[in-house]
């Protein structure tokens, strides 16, 4: 890309009868052609995404978007014009990068739902009988409020259904990706649902781990990898 505009500014600068007044005047035209790719802000918060869009920017929000961009007419020109690489080359290569976004999601989908099916899960019932039977302990020896217990174990039980309800979910869809042929409609099945399904698992999971006991949850926190380590 950089040695196509090299290219493109050199065929106009060559022909130039005076070389000073055609270097000003060319980054004065680029400078006002482009102009509205120019942003002096984030370009990874919010506001540059909505002022993207304002623009008439692209906005490409994962790999598997940006992939079709290698075998555009343009790109394909591109590429050939310089012999960097042939139509065929380019289309074999987004094949491969749509094949291997698909295996790297569906290898952390499974890793979620074997750590969640082995580890969350058990981890979490194991806190919630505990708590259930230290509430019936409590109400048997002394007629006080457990009301605070009653309410953990209401909240942790729903956030353990949530949990598992999702978890089936991701284990279905992860079923249906897996069993697809490789290739584009694969990668954007993986990113359309696979991906939410294992963001709609993480959230539950999340909560609870705000909650249960850390001497019952199956591993480290952030916390503890950054200061305990």
């Not at 000073?20 to 005047?25: K, L, Q």
């Not at 060319?26 to 002096?40: C, D, G, M, S």
């Not at 919010?46 to 929000?61: F, M, S, T």
């Not at 139509?87 to 976004?101: C, D, G, K, V």
Request: hydrophobic share 45%.
């Amino acid at each position: 890309i950089v040695a196509e505009a090299f290219a493109d500014a050199c065929d106009i600068l060559e022909k130039a009868d005076d070389f000073g007044i055609a270097v000003h005047d060319l980054i004065k035209q680029y400078a006002t052609e482009h102009q509205r790719i120019v942003f002096n802000g984030n370009g990874y918060s919010k506001e540059w995404i909505e002022e993207a869009e304002r623009r008439g920017l692209p906005h490409l929000r994962s790999m598997v978007e940006t992939i079709p961009s290698l075998v555009t007419p343009k790109a394909i020109k591109l590429f050939e014009s310089f012999g960097v690489y042939t139509q065929a080359e380019l289309e074999s290569r987004a094949e491969i990068m749509y094949e291997q976004y698909a295996k790297a999601i569906n290898i952390e989908a499974r890793v979620m739902i074997d750590v969640a099916s082995k580890q969350i899960i058990p981890a979490v019932i194991k806190y919630v009988t505990k708590l259930a039977n230290s509430i019936n302990t409590i109400k048997a020896a002394a007629a006080v409020d457990v009301s605070v217990q009653e309410d953990l174990l209401k909240e942790c039980s729903g956030l353990l259904v949530e949990t598992k309800k999702n978890l089936q979910n991701l284990i279905e869809v992860a079923d249906q990706g897996s069993a697809m042929a490789e290739g584009k409609e694969q990668a954007e099945f993986y990113y359309n649902k696979i991906m939410p399904a294992m963001e709609a698992l993480r959230t539950p999971v999340d909560k609870l781990e705000m909650l249960v006991d850390k001497e019952m949850w199956p591993m480290p926190s952030y916390g503890d990898l950054i200061f305990e380590v």
